[in-house]
């Protein structure tokens, strides 16, 4: 009996680690990598040729109807959707702008619900270059084929956390991390996919320390995300709400500095 459930174990094994193989693609220095979730080891991908020397890719998710990456070109002031394919070519989507003509100021969190098939991202719709505001209160959907948006809702500002900082999606809920510096804080809350409208009031968050997430990466429970400040990848527990820190990342000196602006999933028949 004990031989028979091995067997039956072992046939099953592979098929149910097929559901999940693939690599993980990061950007750095404005150029796709592979990073190894445990080692912290970043290695070179494909290069991303053309873009602006003074702007920023960050963000990345995969979607895979589309057979594409889509992130977003920081350009300090109104913010552009790219779309990028695994051999790096890459084009301009659009700037994100509403219906209106409306365009966010400044965006910070992007996610992919592939159960709904909406790309959010978190901006700044009140902001303006005189007040520097980089506050992202807003959340909007995305059109992943023009960038126009639809707002959906607003973060309550008072009291903290009152800022979209990074977003990812986990089982139904979109995962919020909003970071404050000056009290070595991070808040980590969750909304219901189906209930985000309107003003959000974030009544259940977790406090973690200060971390300076560039992106957030879900695979099965684990949100994963690197921390400029030390060099260091961590990893996030979404179930027990707990953290810790994986490795430092490193790679070759021909990629330089190793900070990671984005961070996606890519399955093993799209790698």
Known sequence: ???????????????LSGQDTGITVGINNNRLVK????????MPFATLRGLPSDEEVRNLVYVEQD??????????????????????????????????????????GLAFDQQTGQLYVAVSLD??????????????????????????????????PNDFDEIA???????????????NNTYVFPFSIHQ????????????????????VLVRGQLAYFPNARDGYLYVYDLVSRKYRRVNRLRGPNHLGRIKLTGLAFLPLARA
């Open 1 to 15: 009996m004990q031989y028979l459930v091995l067997l039956i174990t072992l046939l099953m094994a592979p098929s």
């Open 35 to 42: 990073v190894n979730l445990e080692t912290g080891e970043v």
């Open 67 to 108: 057979q594409a990456f889509y992130a977003t070109l920081y350009t300090k002031t109104h913010p552009t959707l790219l779309r990028i394919r695994g051999t790096g070519a890459w084009e301009v989507v659009g700037r994100l702008a509403m219906y209106d003509g409306q365009q966010p100021y400044f965006c910070e």
């Open 127 to 160: 902001g303006s270059i005189a007040s520097g505001d980089k506050t992202s209160e807003a959340l909007l959907t995305v059109d992943r084929f023009t960038g126009i948006c639809a707002f959906q809702a607003y973060l309550r500002n008072h009291p903290p």
């Open 169 to 183: 999606v986990y089982e139904g809920q979109l995962f919020c991390f909003d970071g404050n510096p000056s009290i």
């Open 196 to 215: 985000l409208s309107g003003e959000l009031f974030a009544g259940t968050k977790q406090n973690i320390p200060y971390f300076t997430m560039d992106d």
